[in-house]
Every structure is written in structure tokens, then in C-alpha cells.
DNA sequence: CTCGTACTAGTACACACGTACAACTCCGAG
DNA sequence: CTCGGAGTTGTACGTGTGTACTAGTACGAG
């Protein structure tokens, strides 16, 4: 596989420690230390592949909302077969909290973003691709609302730590995206 | 007013000193120094009033639940004679984003009790009281639909530091609040 | 008045932090 | 082979942290 020595590898692991660790105790609880405890390297190495640690967490987060993004494609691709728009999309939200720590990570780039409008695009990557696929199965609007809907279902899932009610998430986006206005 | 000795004064204004700086910096970075010199007091102040950082904190997050909550009797009363429920729960939202800093302390109450559950019901304050108010305009899942609509929006509107989209807002509710289904 | 208790305020301590850095090792270009 | 730069590692430094603690102050009960 690889030798002793592979930066590339060892960048990635750092990366990936990190991104293990935002769930866990938030993007402000990151720590170069901490890091690099988990991720099986020295101190000395998170400091060498990042010169700030803003940097480290940027680059955790755009790893975050990079895979969180590419989910979309497999969205786009199931509604497009999908007699039922709205129970699909119920069942992607389900299926894409049973990933709990990506999702939570998402929900901490949303608010780190605040404060760090260099977080932003990051931020809306996951909602743009939302609206995006869902637009292709109903207004502008309409698509706009369901991926707020489906955000703050997500939101407040996680929060309490309770599963989705599906069901009901599937019947308000079926009122959301009847083609009726 | 008051002379210079005034504890249940000062716990108050070190509450209202962590709250405003909740917003600014984030539960997690929130520190006794911190709230010490927003609120004018010496250090020993913080910590003689609250025994541990995290009760400071747990204290405030529980004022802000409460003023949020609190709103949610003018929200029932602006329902109770309105038209147009979707466009005055619009309205209504669109304003309670005024309050920027408290909206933001809310979401952040979110995030923190998804690592403190004694925090989940303060959480879930504003939200429950949102689903119940609408429960009087809707059946009780499009109440709880809505609300989380109305959260998702918000969240995003934050963390976008865009201005709310009340018109799609109302449009979504109407949609949603239809009593078809 | 007087005295104990609630409160005040400043300081101290041990610890974790971000970052800098110097010494060391490896490896590929010449 | 040699040598320079990339990668590695442990340590050091200054700063900020939560919390504990001591000494002092005001004030109401007796």
C-alpha cells in the first residue's frame, strides 16, 4: 500500500480524523492535539499540512459538504424513476440521517458559516443541490420550501435525537409540491 | 435604583451578558472571563454565581428559550384574527428574524443540546410551543410540518445572513396548511 | 452595637491550547 | 554517491482557560 513515508495519505487522514471529530465536539471544540490523536500522527504533523487551524476545519468541512453534495446525485437518480415524489424524497431524508454524524457536521458548517463567511458556499452547497434536484420535479417555490422543510425536519431530528417521522414528512411535501398554487 | 449591592441585579446582568455574547461567539466559546467583562463584573462574580461554566451557559440558553417562548403568545394572538394564517405566520417569522442575535442563540441552543440533553427541553420549548400554536390552525401533522418549514427557513436565512423570503415563506404555509389531504 | 453570613474582588494554580522551531530522516535529482 | 529539499517528530513558549481560594466588605438578625 504505502511506505512509511505518503503525504497525500497522511493529509487525507488528518482530514478525516477531523471530520470524525466535528460531530463529536463541534467545529469550535477542534483542536490541532486532538486531531491528531485520532487521526495517529504526532502533533507536529497537523501543524505541517495546515499552517492555521481555520485551515484544518475548512478543509474538514469542504470534505464534509463535498460528500453530503455527491448524495444528490444518487437523489436525482432515484426521483427520476420515482412514481411518488414526495415518499421518495422522505426516504432519502431518512436514509441520508442514518449517516448521524455527516448530518451533524452539516449542521455545524450551517452555523459555523456565520462567522466565517468563508464557510458560506460550503454552507449552501448541500441546500443548492437540494433545490436543484427538487426542481426538477416542481417549481422554483415549491422546491425552495421543500428543501427548507426537509432541513428543519433534519434539524430537529438530530437535535433530539428522534427518528424522522417519515410519514409525515412525505405527506407535507406531497402538499408542498402539488403542482395546485 | 439599586445601591451597590444588588446579587439578584448582578445575576441578571451576567445572564443577559452571556446571552447577548452567546450569538457572538458560540455556546461552546462562550468563557467566564468573557461574560465577566461584557457584564462589568469581576471575575470571581461568574463563578460565584454559577458554580460551573456550563450552568452559567445553561442558564442563559434558558432565558433565551424562555423569550422565544414567550413570543409565541403574540404569534397565537396575531392567528387569532388573522385571514390569512399563512401569510401572518410569515409575517410573524420574518420579524422574530429582526431579533437576529436571539434567533441565532436559538439555533445554537439546537446544536448544543444534540451534546446535552438537559438542554433538549429547553430546545424543544420553542418548537413544541410553535407546533401547538399552529395546531390551532392545522391538523397536527401540517402543524408540525410547518414549523418545521418555518425553522428551516430560518436556519438558512442565518446562516446565509440573507434577508427571509416571506412571500415563498407564505406560499409554502399556504400549501402546506390546505386542509385537502 | 455586634456578629455571622451573603456577597465582593483579586489572585493563584494547574492545564490545554495554537503555533514556532530545531533536529532528524528519507528520497529523488544530478 | 552526494546533497538539498520535503517530510517527520518532539519539544518549547506564551497565552488563556476553569476553578479554587483568601481576604475583605456590607448588612440584617439578635
Redesign the interface.
Known amino acids: 500500500m504505502s511506505g512509511r513515508r505518503d503525504p497525500e495519505g497522511r493529509r487525507r487522514a488528518i482530514v478525516e480524523a477531523a471530520c470524525a471529530l466535528i460531530p ?1 465536539v ?1 467545529v ?2 477542534l483542536t490541532h492535539r486532538l486531531v491528531a490523536a485520532r487521526a495517529g500522527v504526532p502533533l507536529g504533523a497537523t501543524t505541517y499540512y495546515f499552517k492555521t487551524l481555520d485551515d484544518l476545519s475548512e478543509a474538514a468541512l469542504e470534505h464534509i459538504a463535498r460528500s453530503s453534495a455527491e448524495d444528490l446525485r444518487a437523489w436525482a437518480e432515484a426521483l427520476r424513476g420515482s412514481a411518488d415524489v414526495a415518499a421518495t424524497v422522505a426516504a432519502l431524508t431518512e436514509e441520508y440521517l442514518a449517516d448521524r454524524p455527516r448530518a ?1 457536521a452539516e ?2 458548517l ?2 459555523a ?3 466565517r ?1 468563508e464557510l ?1 458556499p460550503l ?2 452547497a448541500w ?1 443548492d443541490g437540494l433545490v436543484d434536484v427538487l426542481g426538477g420535479h416542481a417549481g422554483p ?2 422546491a ?2 421543500a ?7 433534519l ?2 431530528a ?4 428522534r427518528p424522522l ?1 417519515t410519514e ?2 412525505a ?2 411535501l ?3 409540491l ?1 403542482p ?2
Do not use: I
Not at 147 to 153: C, K, N, P, Q, S
Open positions: 463529536e463541534g469550535g471544540g451533524l449542521m455545524e450551517y452555523l458559516a456565520v462567522h463567511p458560506r454552507a449552501r441546500f417555490v415549491a425552495k420550501a428543501a427548507h422543510l426537509v432541513d428543519g425536519a434539524l430537529h438530530l437535535s433530539n435525537e417521522d409525515g414528512l405527506t407535507a406531497r402538499a408542498l402539488r395546485a398554487a
